[in-house]
């Protein structure tokens, strides 16, 4: 398969060893897909294409401040020359955000929420808009990553402040469904509760329940793929 006719797919927040990121990338590769790498360190997005090269598989690193709405424009147009002709865009996994506590409402900072807001909301948010153009082509896919903590029910106290920006998510991702039906772009969340990943292990210890990364892979992969075509504005929880 040549590099113009794979199938495009843009994994933002890619991260560290150890995190989500990485897995999902690589199983998206293992399935075909050309994977464009996004991270705010130059040289960890970079790391994670290097490992996919190594694996036989075939990518493009960039670096972005993914809460800046003019670095974020700036990355849409040089995907948008990777994409072939006319461009176009597979898929659109927004794995770029953050967990932090915010403690009691009533002892928190406005500060906790504007970063919460920046880099859970502000991340998905801009880049939804700026690839919503390369997506409709090709009738692509949105993931979106929420959080069990953004599901009725949940216990938020102390960290609603990430409970919030995560609810945003969902309401962004159930916006961008509706509007783009149309369009025959699809948008999904996942809301999975603690991943295995090395950050939480050094946090949270061995003894909590955990999500697999392979299994979000394996979700984010599906809903990117045919068999989910029929799958739109969806909260799908994981753990």
Same mark, same amino acid.
């Given at each position: 398969? &040549?590099?113009?006719?794979? #199938?495009?797919?843009?994994?933002?927040?890619?991260?560290?060893?150890?995190?989500?990121?990485?897995?999902? *990338? =690589?199983?998206?590769?293992?399935?075909?897909?050309?994977?464009?790498?996004?991270?705010?360190?130059?040289?960890?997005?970079?790391?994670?294409?290097?490992?996919?090269?190594?694996?036989?598989?075939?990518?493009?690193?960039?670096?972005?401040?993914?809460?800046?709405?003019?670095?974020?424009?700036?990355? *849409?147009?040089?995907?948008?020359?990777?994409?072939?002709?006319?461009?176009?865009?597979?898929?659109?996994?927004?794995?770029?955000?953050?967990?932090?506590?915010?403690?009691?409402?009533?002892?928190?900072?406005?500060?906790?929420?504007?970063?919460? #807001?920046?880099?859970?909301?502000?991340?998905?948010?801009?880049?939804?808009?700026?690839?919503?153009?390369?997506?409709?082509?090709?009738?692509?896919?949105?993931?979106?990553?929420?959080?069990?903590?953004?599901?009725?029910?949940?216990?938020? !106290?102390?960290?609603?402040?990430?409970?919030?920006?995560?609810?945003?998510?969902? !309401?962004?991702?159930?916006?961008?469904?509706?509007?783009?039906?149309?369009?025959?772009? =699809?948008?999904? *969340?996942?809301?999975?509760?603690?991943? =295995?990943?090395?950050?939480?292990?050094?946090?949270?210890?061995?003894? &909590?329940?955990?999500?697999?990364?392979?299994?979000?892979?394996? *979700?984010?992969?599906?809903?990117?793929?045919?068999?989910? =075509?029929?799958?739109?504005?969806?909260?799908?929880?994981?753990?």
């Amino acid at each position: 398969m &040549t590099q113009s006719a794979r #199938r495009l797919a843009v994994v933002t927040g890619i991260g560290r060893p150890g995190q989500t990121g990485e897995v999902i *990338a =690589r199983v998206l590769a293992e399935n075909g897909m050309r994977i464009i790498a996004v991270a705010r360190s130059a040289d960890e997005a970079k790391a994670r294409v290097d490992d996919l090269r190594a694996a036989g598989h075939d990518g493009e690193s960039f670096a972005c401040d993914l809460s800046d709405e003019t670095q974020v424009a700036t990355l *849409a147009r040089s995907v948008s020359a990777l994409a072939g002709s006319p461009p176009r865009l597979d898929a659109l996994v927004n794995i770029a955000g953050g967990f932090g506590m915010s403690g009691p409402v009533a002892e928190s900072t406005v500060d906790v929420w504007n970063t919460q #807001r920046s880099i859970n909301v502000a991340t998905a948010y801009l880049a939804t808009r700026a690839f919503l153009p390369l997506l409709r082509p090709a009738h692509g896919s949105i993931v979106y990553f929420a959080s069990a903590a953004a599901l009725p029910g949940a216990s938020v !106290a102390r960290m609603w402040a990430y409970a919030a920006a995560k609810s945003s998510v969902v !309401a962004l991702m159930r916006a961008v469904a509706d509007e783009e039906r149309a369009n025959g772009v =699809r948008a999904n *969340a996942l809301a999975p509760t603690a991943i =295995r990943t090395e950050a939480n292990l050094s946090t949270m210890g061995d003894k &909590t329940r955990y999500v697999e990364r392979e299994d979000v892979a394996a *979700a984010v992969s599906w809903l990117c793929s045919d068999a989910s =075509r029929a799958v739109s504005g969806q909260v799908i929880r994981l753990g």
